[in-house]
C-alpha cells in the first residue's frame, strides 16, 4: 500500500498533521518512537506546567495571609505531584491516540528512517514492533508519496568541562522524571526552561542560583519586562548571576568565570543544563541533497524542504522552537501537499509566547528594541506605550502586593499595533487578543472598538491605548 503521507514524529507537528490529512480523506502513516504527543506533551510544557500549578497551589497556600487567610501547617509531597504530573501527561497522550484513532490514521510505534527517496517514491523504514516485546529487530518498508519530517528536538548538551557522566547534571527531562527535590539548584542558562525550573524550585523552597552567560536572563524579550522578573525574583532569594560563564564543573561544584557576576566557585547539589535545544536529525540520511541552515532543516514559507514532496514542520525546521507553532507549520505543510485548501503563509510577526515564571510573562510581536533596531534607531517612526497592570481592578484585586507591567509598541505611519509585552498573572490568558489585533493589522482606532469584559484583567489592553 502507497500512503499519500508518512510523517516522521508525533510531537504537536506530526499528531496535527496526521489528524489533517486524514480527516481529508488521505492515507496517513505516522512514527513515533516514543508515546504520542512529542516533547512537549511528554517532556516539555505539559508535565512543567503540571507541576508549576502545584507549586503555585503551596506557595499561593504559604502566602494567603495578604488576603486574609490563614493556612497553618502547609506541607507538600512531591513524589505526588509528580505522581499527578504523570497521570495528567498519561491522559493527554491517550487522547491524542483517541483522536488519530478516530480518523483512521496508521501510527506506527517505532523509530523509522528514510530508505529512499526519489520525487515519485518515497520510501520509510520502520522496525516491526510486537506489542509484548517492543522492537523485534525486523524492518518493515513504507511507500509514501509525500514526507513530512517532524522530528522535533533535543537537550543541547554545551562543551563543558565536567557535564558528561557527573551524577549531579540534570537536563529538562531528568529534571521533570525525578520524584525528589534537590536539596539546592543551580541552573545553567536563564532562558525559558532555566527561568520556570527556577519557579518551580524556588516556590517549593529549594534554593535556586541561575547563570547566565549574556548580560540578562531571558536575553530575547523586552528588557523592561525583564526587569520586573529579575527584581522580584532576586528580592524573593533567588541567585541571579548574569553575564556569567561556566568554565567547569567538578562534581556539585561549578567554576565560574564574569564580567558582572561572580566569578569563583559555587556548589549545588544538582546542576540543570538548559542552554538551548538542537534539531533531531537522525534517520534523514538517505535524503542526500536535503538542505540544512545551522543543523536544522530549511523550508520554504509553506513548509517544503528543497526536495520535492519533503515537507518538515515543528523544531527540526529551528525556527521558533513552540509547539503552537509547530502545529500551525503543520496545518500549513498540509495545507499545502492537499491544495485544496486555500494556504496563507505564518504570520511569525504574530507568534505568541509565553515564560510561566509567576508572575506569568507573554508576548506577541516586536519589542521596543527590535522596533529600533528596524527602523534603525529613528524613534519618530513608532510610539512606546507603557502601564503598569494595577490599571486594571481585577489585578488589583487578585495580585497583592504586585505591579505587572502591559507595554505596547505602535508604527506610527498605519497606527497599527505591532507588539505586546506583559508581565502579570495571567497574562498568559488573554495575550492572545494581543496576536488577534496584530495578524489582523489592527489600528489603534479598530481595536479601541473593542470591548473587553469587566472586571477583567484583559482590559488592560484597552486602557493602555
Ligand atoms: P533558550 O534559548 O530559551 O535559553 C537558553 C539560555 O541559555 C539563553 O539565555 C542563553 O544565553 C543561555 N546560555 C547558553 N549557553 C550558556 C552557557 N554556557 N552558560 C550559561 N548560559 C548559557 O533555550 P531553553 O531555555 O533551553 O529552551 C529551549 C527551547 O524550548 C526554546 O526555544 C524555548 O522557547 C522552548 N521552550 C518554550 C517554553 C514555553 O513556551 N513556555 C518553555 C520551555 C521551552
Redo the contacts with the bound molecule.
Sequence with gaps: MKYFLGIIGGGPAGYTAAAMASKAGKDVVLFEQNALGGTCLNV??IP?KTLLYSAKQYFNATHADKYGVTASDVTFDYAKMVQRKTKVVRKLVAGIKMKLNNEHCTVINAPASVASYSPELITLTAQRSCSDSGLTGEADLYEVSNLLICTGSHNFV?P?PGIADNPHIWDSTSALAATQLPESIAI???????M?FATLYHELGVPVTV????PT???NLDQDIVKVLRDKYIKSGITILENT??ERIEGQEIYLSGTAGLTGTISANRILV????RANIEGLEALTDLEYNRGAIVVDDFMKTNLDKVYAAGDVTGKI??AHVASRQAEVAVGRMLKTIPVQRIAYNAIP????TNPEIACVGLSEAQTAELYLGDTSKFTVKSIPMTFSGRFVAENEGEMGLVKMIIDNKSQSIIGVHMIGNPCSEFVAAASFAIRMGYTVPEFEQVVFPHPTVSEVLKEIL
Design positions: 516539555g510544557c512543567t554545551p563543558i545553567v542558562g536563564g532562558g525559558v526552561i532555566g520556570e547563570i547566565e552567560a549574556m536572563i531571558l536575553p560563564k561556566v538548559s542552554v538551548g535545544r522552537m513552540l509566547s509565553v515564560v510561566y
